[in-house]
């Protein structure tokens, strides 16, 4: 089996104060789906689980009835998952399955990704499944025009859930779609009411993984609706200004290349990017046809890390383009077309 394969999934659950992410937690700590699930949340954070608890392991792990474990992170949650992979390891846990890590609502998501790419030990044991992002239509127009820490939760998610749908107007429910067209095109959307948890929230989360279908990778990579809405853009123009500078800091870049790269200039090009603009890299996804490889390889990156790439079973589809789709704060699309021209005589297609 490949590493992929073998090591844990973990969810990145974020979203900023008073968007619903306690309250989405809730429900899904109470699926019965989410047995052998372990959360991960903040000594901060406030989540009402007396009810559902049926047994204390220590003082700071519990077993909730749905068999999920609920753990609170004091400090260190690299030490966290290492006590998780070893108590697992050791028997103590019967099942783990499935990390999910709630942030604070002011938290960036960039540190806890980062802490699974940095450490070695852990990244052989668990693997970035996805992020999570909540997001309140309602309120989503000042946050997200007031506070950094909102923009670059939902630039960074992969999915974004709108809660309190049953509740917001269509008029904040359309301002909140138009918002997240322009911060994150590419993720996945799912709305959240009263009536229980979106289906298919957390079902096949890691989209670029080799055992996932051809339709999952390309959700993952979310570059076809990225695209569809940047010629939607080009053809209409924007249909409203929305609040706030982040719409002209953060931008979807779709490039598409038809000829393959060489592999060690491909990686030189990613690497100088990240040391040269890193920064303001939030997300990278991609799926790279090398020359003389016949399977696509993966390429995910947050900021300056980059994970080790994997190299798919097969193509997803009949289009064996190049496809990275890039999540940028104050990056124009040609400067990531100059880097790879200059580094690599590659150069994208101009569609």
Known sequence: ?????TTIPLTLLTGFLGSGKTTLLNRLLRDP????CAVLINEVGEIG???LLIERIDEEVVLLESGCLCCTVRGDLARALRDLSLRHEQGALARLDRVVVETTGLADPAPVIHTLMRDPWLAHRFRLDGVVATLDPR?????LAQHPEAQRQIAMADRVVLTKCDIAS???LDLAAQQLDQLNPAAARFESRLDGIPPGLLQGMAQYDPAQRGEAVLAWLGAARAAEVARRRDVFGRAAPLAGPHDAAIATHVLRFAAPFDRNAFFDAIDLLQQVVGERILRLKGLVAIAGEPKPTVIHAVERERYPESTLPEWPDADHDTRLVFITRNLPRVSLEKAFVAMCGVAPRAD
């Open 139 to 143: 309120h989503a127009a000042w946050q």
């Open 170 to 172: 269509a008029e904040e």
């Open 49 to 51: 689980l007396d009810h």
């Open 33 to 36: 789906a989410m047995a052998g």
């Open 1 to 5: 089996m490949t590493a992929m394969t």
